[in-house]
């Protein structure tokens, strides 16, 4: 079984910064993509950023340049730094990670609870 935990949610005024953090446990052999996705009130969950095992990243176009995914594979870590946060980053935010546990051939994806970010104006 594989575990995601995330931590850092919470409320905070337009302008300022969160930091999310999303750690996976349990029967792992290797992580090769982590990343963030949001679902807002509404809407689709759609994807913040991803990064790979080596660091490539991937980012939404409304999120470059703010946002900040980073990862410690030693620790199966995965971050997402936010900054210069807007009202309409508001939305659940879900760590997401592609795991190959002991004992498998093939990827299986897995998701975090999902913390709440609400950004007030």
């Known amino acids: 079984q594989v575990q995601l935990v995330e931590s850092g949610g919470g409320l905070v005024q337009a302008g300022g910064s969160l930091r999310l953090s999303c750690a996976a446990s349990?029967?792992?052999?290797?992580?090769?993509?982590m990343g963030w996705y949001r679902q807002a009130p509404g809407k689709q969950r759609e994807l913040v950023a991803a990064i790979t095992r080596s660091g490539d990243t991937n980012y939404a176009d409304s999120v470059k340049g703010r946002f900040t995914c980073s990862r410690d594979n030693a620790k199966n870590t995965v971050y997402l730094q936010m900054n210069s946060l807007k009202p309409e980053d508001t939305a659940v935010y879900y760590c997401?990670?592609?795991?190959?546990?002991?004992?498998?051939?093939?990827?299986?994806?897995?998701w975090g609870q999902g913390p709440q970010v609400t950004v007030c104006s």
């Open positions: 349990g029967s792992i052999l290797s992580i090769n993509v």
């Open positions: 997401y990670a592609r795991v190959v546990r002991f004992g498998s051939t093939f990827e299986l994806g897995y």
